[in-house]
T-cell receptor, first 112, second 110 residues
Framework: EADIYQTPRYLVIGTGKKITLECSQT?????MYWYQQDPGMELHLIHY???????EKGDLSSESTVSRIRTEHFPLTLESARPSHTSQYLC???????????FGPGTRLTVL | EDQVTQSPEALRLQEGESSSLNCSYT??????LFWYRQDPGKGPEFLFT???AGEEKEKERLKATLTKKESFLHITAPKPEDSATYLC???????????FGQGTELSVKP
């Protein structure tokens, strides 16, 4: 079944730890996105990719980095997590020629 | 600057009580307006895309309409399972990225 997956769903870690949030999609979409969403707030784009080896920063400044080595995989990495990184992280993808984005279930990150 | 404002922030309805959610937008050259549903702790679920003023889309109890300045999501005879946060987003000619509103939290009581 074509879908978009995120792991882990929930993560609680200590300050200073390095973490990677995984996102994979089996829909064959070329465009992928990472959003950050705080409770009751709008989604903010932090990274996006229009294809393999293409990555760009979004509108919201983020200390995270991303990579796109395979079409279906778009991981997000925080080298040194801080409490200010506590948030929900949502991955999305879209296919060529259309703007509709389809979202994964999200990762709820808590940094103590 | 592209902007999306949704109202009200929260809406409480009785089962069967129809109502509308509003999405006002300013964008340079609208290329699409999108409605999503988001349940607590989950990612947004795509509902509709509208491209031009006058366009309407329907799905079960939901109907989305679009004018040059705003979109409405009409909910007819809602049920408790319609309770969720409804998000509106636009994409314009500049930037090519979705701009989201803060959402309307809908609660439908039996």
């Amino acid at each position: 079944e074509a879908d978009i997956y995120q792991t882990p769903r929930y993560l609680v870690i200590g300050t200073g730890k390095k973490i990677t949030l995984e996102c994979s999609q089996t829909m064959g979409h070329d465009k992928m996105y990472w959003y950050q969403q705080d409770p009751g707030m709008e989604l903010h784009l932090i990274h996006y990719s229009y294809g393999v080896n293409s990555t760009e920063k979004g509108d919201l400044s983020s200390e995270s980095t991303v990579s796109r080595i395979r079409t279906e995989h778009f991981p997000l990495t925080l080298e040194s997590a801080r409490p200010s990184h506590t948030s929900q992280y949502l991955c999305a993808s879209s296919k060529p020629g259309v703007h509709e984005q389809f979202f994964g279930p999200g990762t709820r990150l808590t940094v103590l | 600057e592209d902007q999306v404002t949704q109202s009200p922030e929260a809406l409480r309805l009785q089962e069967g009580e129809s109502s509308s959610l509003n999405c006002s937008y300013t964008v340079s050259g609208l290329r699409g307006l999108f409605w999503y549903r988001q349940d607590p702790g989950k990612g947004p679920e795509f509902l509709f895309t509208l491209y031009s003023a006058g366009e309407e889309k329907e799905k079960e109890r939901l109907k989305a309409t679009l004018t040059k300045k705003e979109s409405f999501l009409h909910i007819t005879a809602p049920k408790p399972e319609d309770s969720a946060t409804y998000l509106c987003a636009v994409i314009g000619n500049q930037g090519g990225k979705l701009i989201f509103g803060q959402g309307t939290e809908l609660s439908v009581k039996p």
